[in-house]
């Protein structure tokens, strides 16, 4: 054995050789390739893409795949080349055992469109497996009396492989008593036998030791041995006799357990023990037989153990041992088969070849939506599919070869009344009685983009305080499809627009996925108080749709701003401001006038003027609302000639913000206005002052001039819309003729020609004024004024801030806006 296993290396050369070029016949439109087992991973099978008619490239685009029925995958594709090839190792004895043929029948799937080819490939036999015995030794006793040319039957030898390569002879030991001869039983199935040449004499020899080789017909030739070891007994010179040599029977597959099958008879010549016969299956009965059925050793009667299942073994073919109770024991031989008949007890079997793909809502019919195989493990007329649909479903089975079918549509599809289609399909045997199964396949309908996103209102109102922190959220906007999928996915942006000459990107920024609206850096409410998002919504359907809605945001003023000082100048003269008054004057005698400005807006922008110190606190007094310096009472020869003035000036904010300034004020003699040797301290030296107020003078002449020339026309335009409305409106173009630059600057000289003090009206809001439009009432305090703020609130406008931004600055006026009409009414002076 060692010799002849040494040419296993150029056994397998041999066998590649053999096999190198690969033959596929193609067979009722089926194509069918030969290989050799045990080829190595990647060995190639054949030009798969060339057989069937394919390019590479549709390999790729049509997702070719293999799918066999087996429950390993042996095969595989190589994309690159198109050709089948080996994808594990493949057995024959494994998958096929002793069949002479052995065949894997493959499915090659392609998409777009679907189709199915079925291919087979043949699994040759290699001599790859040793003849081997289910015994190392076997011990046989013979009587001395035997007569020569008696035979003894052996075990034979099993080799996995089959045809050529499977066993063909026997060789034993050269010996003086015994010979090997060949039996064929049924099958054509050789086994060995051993024949008695020559009488044995168990006074000369007792045991014979004989070397039993079976031998294969591969190329090389393997082989397995056995030792016999014969015994040679005395007496018992009879054997037990089978009423048959072979017995035959047939059970269907839905015989119950523990039914009789069949009783084996056997007599010995014999008498006494020598004649007494016990039944046995034969040494190598295998354990798939033993577990079916059971022998009783007294009777012979055979009863079923276990199930039968024909789909699992059609016939079972067993050795009966019949030994008598002699010694030495005499046995003889008998086979038994036993046939299983098919009966309808397996349920059809639905089978998907191909997952069911998404179908467009407009997909003409007959799109093929998956493959299906109906399968049935009986046989005959048992193993007969039919499948069917139910009425109403618009879809059809398109049969299409050996029980394969095209699921395709057959009617038109409609996403919004139904987005997914339960198809159930019943398959039905042709059995008697006739068992059918059921499978539900689920097909889901996709849509195409035809709705646009929607946000859940057309526009938004934001209102955002001031100074807050960069990369906060502003808000959130919300969009829905009412498509599905990927159509159904929303996107958000922002549209490029401008805000103050910068893009709005500068500004703000979006989250794609949830519309959430982030902040870039903090607002400025003196600045910016207003401006607009243009959000757009886009789905990622193919092609986009999209939808846009506005979001305004308010930006809300903050008490960020102190109080500034605009008259005394402390620019100018520093935070002490010097003012001169005669000790003529009289109690309520103005003196001076601190004005001050907020940069806020509403109540953080009204200013209260207090006289924190003084050096002679019952002489002054200051207005909380005007800031004017007045003597409180008349001014004495007692009262000190210097007097100082610490004048606090606060806004109405929380938290209060303010400021000071320090008034000096010198009591002279004989002045006629005090402040008239102040001049040279207030702007330019005393040769540049009479230019200066010349030049003040000149233009408040004008101002005064084309503010009443304005002021009366507007009146007359308010007397002709009164006679209708009842109301006076000016608008902003109206106002436009005004070129004033300086109305709402309010001077006051002192007699002699110097500011006595100024004040400027409307604050921030003027800056904001070219947005806004007034109406007012005829009898609105309003008219005593030639400067106001014009607002014009959008419609997006919180009202309530407007109406905050107006009573700081007229507080005791009635607004009207559009057909909304507010009133605010204040106890304390008007500004």
């Known amino acids: 054995m060692t010799k002849i296993m040494g040419y296993r290396d150029w056994r397998w050369l041999a066998l590649w050789w053999h096999h190198f070029f690969l033959l596929w016949t193609t067979i009722n439109g089926q194509t069918r390739y030969s290989i050799p087992e045990e080829l190595k991973q990647g060995s190639v099978v054949g030009n798969l893409a060339k057989d069937l008619g394919l390019g590479l490239s549709d390999i790729f685009d049509r997702k070719l795949r293999v799918s066999s029925e087996a429950d390993e995958q042996y095969f595989s594709v190589d994309a690159g080349k198109g050709e089948l090839v080996v994808n594990d190792r493949i057995d024959r004895e494994a998958l096929c055992g002793q069949s002479a043929s052995c065949v894997l029948p493959l499915q090659i799937v392609l998409e777009n469109p679907l189709s199915l080819h079925r291919i087979e490939v043949e699994i040759k036999d290699i001599n790859d497996n040793s003849p081997s015995f289910h015994a190392e030794d076997m011990s046989l006793k013979i009587s001395e009396t035997a007569a020569v040319g008696t035979r003894f039957p052996l075990e034979g030898a099993e080799d996995s492989d089959v045809g050529s390569n499977s066993v063909k002879s026997y060789i034993l030991t050269k010996n003086d008593c015994f010979t090997l001869k060949m039996k064929e039983v049924e099958d054509g199935k050789m086994v060995p036998e051993l024949v008695l040449e020559k009488p044995v004499d168990r006074e000369k020899k007792a045991v014979h030791q004989l070397l039993l080789t079976a031998l294969d017909g591969g190329n090389p030739v393997m082989s397995g041995t056995s030792q016999i070891t014969i015994s040679v007994l005395d007496v018992n010179d009879n054997f037990p006799v089978f009423d048959k040599s072979t017995y035959k029977v047939s059970l269907g597959e839905n015989t119950e357990k523990d039914t009789f099958v069949i009783k084996i008879g056997a007599t010995d010549a014999d008498e006494g023990p020598n004649a007494e016969v016990e039944f046995s299956f034969g040494s190598r009965t295998p354990d798939s037989v033993l577990s079916v059925f059971q022998i009783n050793s007294l009777t012979g009667e055979i009863h079923l153990k276990g199930a039968l299942d024909y789909e699992r073994a059609t016939s079972y073919k067993i050795e009966i041992t019949a030994k008598d109770k002699g010694i030495p024991e005499n046995e003889s031989h008998c086979r038994l088969q036993i046939d299983v008949v098919d009966v309808n007890d397996n349920t059809p079997e639905i089978v998907l070849t191909s997952e069911p793909q998404p179908v467009r809502e407009d997909s003409?019919?007959?799109?093929?939506?998956?493959?299906?195989?109906?399968?049935?493990?009986?046989?005959?007329?048992?193993?007969?599919?039919?499948?069917?649909?139910?009425?109403?479903?618009?879809?059809?089975?398109?049969?299409?070869?050996?029980?394969?079918?095209?699921?395709?549509?057959?009617?038109?599809?409609?996403?919004?009344?139904?987005?997914?289609?339960?198809?159930?399909?019943?398959?039905?045997?042709?059995?008697?009685?006739?068992?059918?199964?059921?499978?539900?396949?689920?097909?889901?309908?996709?849509?195409?983009?035809?709705?646009?996103?929607?946000?859940?209102?057309?526009?938004?109102?934001?209102?955002?305080?001031?100074?807050?922190?960069?990369?906060?959220?502003?808000?959130?906007?919300?969009?829905?499809?009412?498509?599905?999928?990927?159509?159904?996915?929303?996107?958000?942006?922002?549209?490029?627009?401008?805000?103050?000459?910068?893009?709005?990107?500068?500004?703000?920024?979006?989250?794609?996925?949830?519309?959430?609206?982030?902040?870039?850096?903090?607002?400025?409410?003196?600045?910016?108080?207003?401006?607009?998002?243009?959000?757009?919504?886009?789905?990622?359907?193919?092609?986009?749709?999209?939808?846009?809605?506005?979001?305004?945001?308010?930006?809300?003023?903050?008490?960020?701003?102190?109080?500034?000082?605009?008259?005394?100048?402390?620019?100018?003269?520093?935070?002490?401001?010097?003012?001169?008054?005669?000790?003529?004057?009289?109690?309520?005698?103005?003196?001076?006038?601190?004005?001050?400005?907020?940069?806020?807006?509403?109540?953080?922008?009204?200013?209260?003027?207090?006289?924190?110190?003084?050096?002679?606190?019952?002489?002054?007094?200051?207005?909380?609302?005007?800031?004017?310096?007045?003597?409180?009472?008349?001014?004495?020869?007692?009262?000190?000639?210097?007097?100082?003035?610490?004048?606090?000036?606060?806004?109405?904010?929380?938290?209060?913000?303010?400021?000071?300034?320090?008034?000096?004020?010198?009591?002279?003699?004989?002045?006629?206005?005090?402040?008239?040797d102040l001049r040279q301290k207030v702007t330019e030296p005393i040769k540049k002052t009479g230019r200066i107020t010349l030049y003040l003078i000149l233009s408040l002449a004008s101002v005064s001039v084309l503010s009443l020339v304005t002021f009366l026309i507007l009146a007359v335009k308010c007397m002709r819309t009164s006679r209708s409305s009842g109301s006076c409106c000016m608008t902003r173009s109206d106002c436009d003729n005004y070129k004033n630059p300086n109305r709402n600057l309010q001077i006051q000289l002192n007699t002699d020609g110097p500011i006595k003090y100024v004040e400027v009206l409307g604050g921030d809001m003027l800056s904001q004024s070219q947005s806004f439009r007034s109406c007012m009432s005829p009898m609105s305090p309003m008219s005593e004024y030639s400067d106001f703020t014009l607002i014009k609130p959008s419609s997006t406008t919180d009202f309530n801030e407007v109406i905050s931004v107006l009573d700081a600055s007229l507080p005791d006026s009635t607004w009207t806006f559009e057909s909304q009409q507010v009133s605010r009414k204040h106890s304390r002076p008007t500004v």
């Open 364 to 676: 003409p019919s007959g799109t093929v939506v998956a493959l299906v195989n109906a399968r049935d493990a009986d046989s005959g007329n048992n193993s007969k599919v039919t499948l069917r649909l139910p009425r109403g479903s618009p879809f059809t089975l398109k049969p299409s070869f050996s029980n394969n079918y095209a699921l395709v549509t057959s009617g038109a599809l409609d996403r919004e009344r139904f987005s997914e289609y339960n198809i159930e399909i019943t398959a039905t045997d042709s059995g008697s009685p006739p068992l059918s199964s059921k499978k539900m396949i689920p097909v889901s309908i996709t849509d195409v983009n035809d709705n646009p996103p929607i946000f859940t209102q057309p526009s938004y109102n934001v209102y955002l305080k001031e100074n807050g922190v960069p990369g906060s959220i502003l808000y959130s906007v919300s969009a829905s499809d009412l498509d599905f999928g990927e159509n159904a996915k929303i996107s958000y942006s922002i549209l490029d627009s401008k805000v103050q000459e910068v893009s709005v990107s500068s500004y703000v920024y979006i989250n794609s996925d949830n519309g959430s609206i982030y902040s870039m850096h903090s607002f400025d409410y003196e600045k910016l108080k207003v401006f607009q998002i243009q959000v757009q919504a886009k789905d990622q359907g193919s092609p986009s749709l999209s939808s846009n809605a506005t979001v305004h945001v308010f930006i809300l003023d903050q008490n960020d701003n102190a109080p500034a000082v605009i008259y005394p100048s402390s620019a100018a003269l520093g935070s002490l401001s010097h003012q001169r008054m005669s000790r003529s004057a009289k109690a309520g005698h103005l003196v001076t006038k601190v004005t001050a400005v907020d940069a806020d807006s509403g109540h953080n922008a009204w200013i209260s003027y207090k006289l924190a110190e003084a050096t002679d606190a019952s002489l002054f007094t200051v207005n909380l609302y005007t800031g004017e310096v007045r003597t409180k009472r008349a001014v004495s020869e007692q009262d000190d000639s210097s007097q100082r003035l610490l004048i606090e000036i606060k806004d109405d904010g929380e938290p209060v913000q303010s400021a000071t300034v320090t008034v000096s004020i010198l009591l002279e003699d004989g002045l006629h206005e005090p402040i008239l």
